[in-house]
């Protein structure tokens, strides 16, 4: 057994010398009545025999862990047997005994700790109560104390298992439960406004315990751990987990050994900086990073790097009121003082150093209950000396006094939970600049945050839980817009000039054949069109959120009704115009007005219904697409964009587009395919249907590929908006310009009236007439061919009749059969001549029909092509003729040739 005079005052009075009343020395200076009062009881102890002298001794054991993961032993155990020393110097205070300690070191392993123990029960003399630190050591020893009714009082035990009163029936700890962290750190998960959380911990009940509770207590206030590791010895898995799950703010619990292998592979993963935060544990030693450990390739400097910034939560162990006197007779000052003058080490470079005032108040808190436990064993005649490990009647009278204990240590006020628990303020500390400072205080039991504002973070402002991710609406570039809509302003004014146009020379002819009003319509269609464009850059920059559905429905119904109205009216036109060739003509009957309304009324009907019915049955609302994550331009921001575009959306967008694109469709190729069956039209009641007919061709074009285009790179706001907007613009100014621009230069040109080119006032051969222009033209041609046929065969028959003749002249003996052969092709030559004749008469004769049919004194390609087929029936007649008469003047000589052959044959 060691004396704790020995202990804790040898290294005062070897190296320092101090002088015994130096303590009073304090209170004198303290206090100006103190030595009133010192002298006073002194007199009262010279001259009172209340207080027996201390002949007997109360014998406690002490497990210190003086090595190992928390080598707390290094300060508690100094600081105990100072509060043993002061304890047996109160002559008030278990008067006639001596508390004396026995101690066993553990290493804080459970091992060692329960040998310790076994050690100390076993070998005289009888402990009452046992002291223990290191929570692994704490909870073996705890649990098998009970057997040998002894009460168990940890001063360096976190643990939360502990706090189980079925488990630990005989249970105590000055030492605040690992639990009392967790309020802390919700409270500031809460004050920062962290909502994601991660978690690593070395795999001890210790710290599994506290985990547990942690996670309890964030599923109360809605805060998620989103990442959970574990380690035994190597915690370079887990810590790369942190890096890759991305985890910001994160709660380590762990001894001091491991911490600093987690720090040194949070280095090594950057794992530390602006971006993170680390909760730890407070009751490492100042300089725990700094002890040298093999087992860690780090240098102090880099571990000090990468824990810059973190946050520790600690029970408060040391009374903050450094003149405050506790019931120790001692201020937390001077009992720290005191405690530096007994340690090897500087305190930084001491373990368990923070834990000492609990070890201290430990000591004060036995020494109290006993002292009650005393009184009341003396009513029942009973000492604490008769106490055995099979006596439950003296461990129940020492347990109820520990239960009711409640008085100030130097470590504030000290009292324990209906579970054994101290009941403590937390204190929060933050490294700076590799040292620790106080920025708060909380009390659990009120629920009250003393904060000093004295928080130093990166830049100013604390981390985020996450990376921040900013919503960023898309939105069409502003020039973008502003260009465009110039662009549909001057469309809009052109629209404007076009029709101040038409109503001031309405009353010429040229503009009368081109139903004004028509033009009109169509005009205002594409004026309403451009208005769209101004709709259709109109985004999140300009409207609110509950607009935009508005901004939706106007933007469907506005350019659905400037397409009807532009194309509807150009429509109209081109189907009348074909009606009226196709039937009209031969009927005798006129183009009238009402037939045009009639069509534009029919399909504007039509588009209106579809309309209505979309927007009562599926009203459009304001849909966001989200795209991925991309980096902020501000590398120094933790924050990443994420880019959002509004969409104009409905429950059933498919089907109702469907419906629309599917008979507006329709509607476009039914006139493009009139407009190229009266491509060549030109009558005198529509004489603008050409141009009428190109514009149509232009829209349905335009159409046609801006549809399926838009509906692509609709998440491309930019592209899709402009693409749209020139569309329009195409469109609406193409229908205009070759609408009214080729009057506008005839006006120009013929400012009076009835100069007009007869281009745009006349009216052109019908359809029935150019289709028989087209056949006769096929019929010249293939009677060239057929003439050209014939002429390569007369060659070919000549070509034999000049070399038969010469055969004659050598061989008179065959003359008779080359003349009959002679006669045969001049029949051959005779009967081509007559068909070539016949077939020029027929082309004649249709050439004059035609020509009689047309109008006098008009040149037209028909008449034109009438002239050059009589042209060319002449030219065929007179070359048969002359090819019948070569014939017949060659037939005639071969019969010559061959009767005077025949009678000097005849002769010979």
């Known amino acids: 057994m060691f004396s704790s005079r020995t202990c804790c005052r040898k290294k005062s009075e070897t190296a320092e010398q101090k002088p015994t009343w130096s303590r009073s020395k304090h209170h004198r200076h303290r206090c100006p009545g103190f030595l009133l009062m010192f002298i006073s009881l002194m007199v009262m102890t010279d001259f009172t025999s209340g207080f027996p002298k201390k002949t007997k001794e109360i014998h406690i054991g002490g497990i210190f862990p003086m090595t190992g993961a928390w080598a707390g032993g290094e300060a508690c155990r100094p600081a105990v047997y ?117 978690t690593i911990q070395q795999t001890e009940e210790v710290f599994s315990s506290t985990i547990k509770d942690l996670d309890d207590r964030l599923k109360e206030e809605d805060i998620t751990i989103t990442v959970r590791q574990s380690f035994q010895t190597d915690p370079t898995n887990a810590v790369k987990t942190l890096k890759r799950q991305d985890a910001r703010i994160i709660v380590g619990v762990f001894y001091e050994d491991m911490a600093r292998r987690v720090f040194c592979q949070a280095y090594k993963e950057k794992l530390y900086g602006k971006k993170y935060v680390w909760f730890l544990i407070g009751w490492y030693p100042d300089n725990w990073y700094k002890t040298k450990d093999k087992s860690v390739n780090c240098t102090a400097a880099q571990l000090e790097e990468a824990l810059e910034g973190h946050l520790t939560t600690e029970g408060m162990m040391l009374n903050q009121d450094s003149e405050a006197v506790s019931a120790a007779n001692i201020t937390s000052g001077e009992f720290v003082e005191e405690l530096i003058s007994n340690l090897d080490k500087s305190p930084e470079q001491t373990t368990g150093f923070p834990e000492a005032p609990l070890a201290y108040d430990a000591v004060w808190a036995l020494a109290f209950a006993l002292n009650k436990t005393l009184k009341r064993l003396q009513e029942k005649n009973i000492s604490l000396e008769d106490f055995t490990y099979t006596d439950s009647v003296i461990r129940e009278e020492i347990y109820r006094a520990m239960d009711s204990t409640d008085f100030k240590g130097v470590s504030g006020r000290v009292s324990f939970t209906e579970q054994g628990d101290r009941i403590a303020w937390t204190q929060i500390e933050q490294m700076t600049g590799g040292k620790y400072h106080k920025i708060g205080f909380y009390d659990y039991v009120t629920n009250n945050l003393s904060w000093f504002n004295t928080d130093q973070w990166h830049g100013g402002k604390h981390p985020h839980d996450r990376t921040i991710v900013r919503a960023e609406l898309r939105v069409v570039s502003f020039g973008t817009y502003v260009a465009l809509c110039v662009f549909a302003a001057l469309g809009i004014i052109a629209g404007g000039v076009c029709i101040v146009f038409n109503i001031v020379y309405r ?163 039914f006139g493009l395919l009139l407009a190229y069956e009266t491509r060549s039209i030109k009558i005198k009641q529509v004489n603008d249907s050409r141009f009428v007919g190109m514009s149509i061709y232009n829209v349905v074009v335009l159409s046609l590929i801006t549809g399926p285009v838009t509906l692509i790179i609709r998440n491309q706001q930019n592209a899709s908006f402009a693409f749209v907007a020139i569309a329009i613009l195409l469109c609406s100014f193409l229908s205009m310009g070759l609408i ?86 001049n029949n051959g030559v005779k009967m081509v001549a007559n068909t070539t004749s016949q077939l020029a008469n027929s082309i004649q004769t ?63």
């Open 82 to 198: 100072m509060a043993l020393d002061d304890v047996n110097k109160r002559e008030d205070l278990l008067p006639g005994y001596t508390l004396n300690m026995t101690f066993q070191d553990s290493e804080c392993t459970p091992g060692l700790g329960m040998n310790g123990m076994y050690e100390l029960v076993y070998n005289p003399p009888t402990k009452l109560v046992l002291l223990t630190g290191c929570s692994s050591v704490s909870t073996f020893v705890a649990q098998a104390a009970r057997m040998w009714n002894l009460i168990v009082l940890a001063y360096g035990s976190s643990s939360p298992a502990l706090s189980n009163r079925k488990r630990f029936p005989t249970f105590f700890r000055t030492h605040p439960s690992a639990t009392l962290h967790n309020p802390t750190r919700v409270k500031l998960f809460k004050k920062y406004g962290w909502q994601r959380i991660a």
């Open 507 to 669: 009353n010429r002819r040229i503009i009368q054949h081109s139903h004004p009003m028509i033009n009109n319509i169509t005009v205002v269609g594409c004026i309403v069109c451009l208005c769209c464009i101004f709709l259709q850059g109109l985004d999140g920059q300009f409207v609110s959120k509950e607009v935009y559905p508005i901004m939706c429905q106007a933007r469907v119904w506005i350019m659905s009704m400037g397409f009807m109205l532009a194309y509807g009216s150009m429509f109209s036109k081109i189907s009348a115009v074909h009606r009226w060739t196709t039937k009209g003509k031969k009927d005798g009957k006129i183009i009238e007005e009402w037939e045009f309304y009639i069509v534009l009324v029919i399909i504007t009907v039509l588009d209106v219904a579809a309309l209505t019915t979309w927007q009562i049955m599926d009203p459009m609302f304001r849909q966001i697409e989200d795209f991925e994550e991309e980096n902020s331009p501000d590398t120094e921001l933790d924050v990443m964009i994420r880019p959002e575009l509004e969409h104009c959306d409905s429950n059933n967008l498919p089907v109702w587009i469907g419906v629309i694109f599917g008979y507006k469709g329709l509607l476009l190729l």
């Open 740 to 825: 009214f621009v080729p009057k506008m230069i005839e006006v120009i040109r013929n400012p009076n009236e009835g100069l007009e080119s007869s281009a745009l006032t006349d009216s052109n051969v019908t359809k029935e007439e150019e289709e028989l222009y087209q056949q006769l033209l096929k019929t010249n041609e293939e009677l060239k061919k057929q003439l050209s046929e014939r002429e390569e065969k007369l060659q070919h028959l000549r070509k034999e009749l000049q070399q038969k003749l010469q055969q004659a002249k050598k061989k008179r003996l065959s003359g008779t059969r080359d003349l009959v052969s002679n006669h045969t092709n």
């Open 846 to 908: 249709a050439a004059q029909r035609l020509s009689q049919s047309s109008e006098p004194n008009q040149d037209t390609p028909l008449n034109n092509l009438s002239n050059r087929v009589v042209v060319t029936a002449q030219l065929n007649k007179l070359s048969s003729e002359e090819d019948n008469s070569a014939v017949e003047a060659t037939c005639s000589s071969d019969s010559a040739i061959g009767l005077d052959m025949g009678v000097k044959g005849g002769g010979n």
